[in-house]
């Protein structure tokens, strides 16, 4: 599939819920958010066959999010569904990591097909991990990531936010993970999405010159990370993992974007960091045919603009929040 700028879209990130057991203070607004009823959700059903028209048309990446998409009944068998599918070839996951380590889960998430995950941990200090998520689940999360590795999600990524919750102690740990594990930490600029606005207080420069301090060695560029994205990764001198970089505001990577998204409500978005959205479940549930299906996908593709919606003053701020798009 193409974009109205000739850039090949083959990845598609769908959100399953909206439903979250945390309330990350840049992800879900404070007041909270009014939880979507059951029928107004895109069933599995019409996920995979949304999935299965666009892999015959290119697609071959699917990221399943949230909310926290763990909490969803069913998501392992669904998982299993889409891994039948020859045209799909990556299929991975974002979760906080919080229900991984419970009854197996990250093995039979592995055994079902998926390929690979990220999981978000801001920070490994108990009172601030709990600031930011509203939740004192910090040791799930610990445990998930072991689950997780044990279990051959490979590469496991820990997904950080770079806010002023992160400090020097939670970049002595993930260096220590990367010398232990084939483990990749990505650091990821701060977006203005939904109305909390937390600001940054550290750049990614400041973080990496902190990393080569503390980990007594010069960062080296490495390629060849599955599911590269727009991470940049370099890695210490005998590290098993990298740390990789992700910087949509200082540093746009939009020529290279190869993604689209559909929220848990059957809105298909063009750009994260848009306003613009598609609705595709009337018309699946007024019985559409395929070609319809693909046309409307296409249709939303030649509207993306050449670089995100904060690069245009007739959209200042996101308004929907990430709870409600999927990480």
Avoid: W
């Amino acid at each position: 599939m193409l974009d109205g700028y000739k850039r090949v879209i083959d990845y598609l990130r769908i959100s399953v819920t909206d439903r979250c057991n945390f309330r990350c203070r840049y992800c879900m607004p404070p007041q909270g958010i009014q939880l979507l009823d059951s029928q107004e959700i895109l069933s599995y059903e019409e996920l995979l066959r949304i999935i299965t028209v666009l892999g015959q048309h290119g697609i071959s990446k699917i990221r399943i999010t949230g909310g926290e998409p763990l909490l969803r009944r069913g998501i392992v068998d669904f998982i299993r569904q889409i891994r039948k599918l020859d045209t799909i070839k990556d299929l991975s996951m974002t979760t906080n990591g919080s229900l991984l380590s419970q009854g197996h889960m990250a093995l039979r998430l592995k055994q079902a097909g998926l390929d690979r995950i990220n999981i978000s941990m801001d920070t490994t200090n108990f009172i601030r991990f709990a600031h930011i998520t509203g939740q004192g689940q910090l040791k799930q999360v610990l445990a998930g990531v072991k689950s997780a590795l044990e279990a051959g999600l490979n590469p496991v990524k820990l997904n950080v936010v770079v806010t002023e919750a992160l400090c020097d102690s939670d970049l002595s740990y993930f260096i220590t993970q990367v010398y232990q594990h084939p483990i990749a930490i990505r650091f990821i600029e701060y977006m203005p999405i939904g109305e909390k606005n937390m600001g940054q207080k550290i750049s990614i420069a400041i973080v990496k010159s902190k990393i080569e301090f503390q980990g007594q060695g010069v960062l080296e560029p490495v390629m060849n990370i599955e599911g590269n994205g727009p991470a940049r990764y370099y890695r210490l001198p005998g590290a098993q993992g990298v740390f990789g970089f992700i910087t949509p505001m200082s540093e746009q990577f939009c020529n290279s974007c190869n993604r689209i998204r559909l929220t848990a409500d059957g809105k298909i978005k063009s750009c994260l960091l848009s306003n613009q959205e598609t609705d595709i479940k009337s018309l699946l549930r007024k019985g559409c045919d395929d070609e319809e299906i693909y046309r409307l996908f296409t249709n939303t593709l030649r509207s993306k603009h050449l670089q995100h919606s904060l690069s245009y003053k007739d959209q200042a701020s996101v308004r929907r929040p990430m709870v409600r798009v999927g990480g």
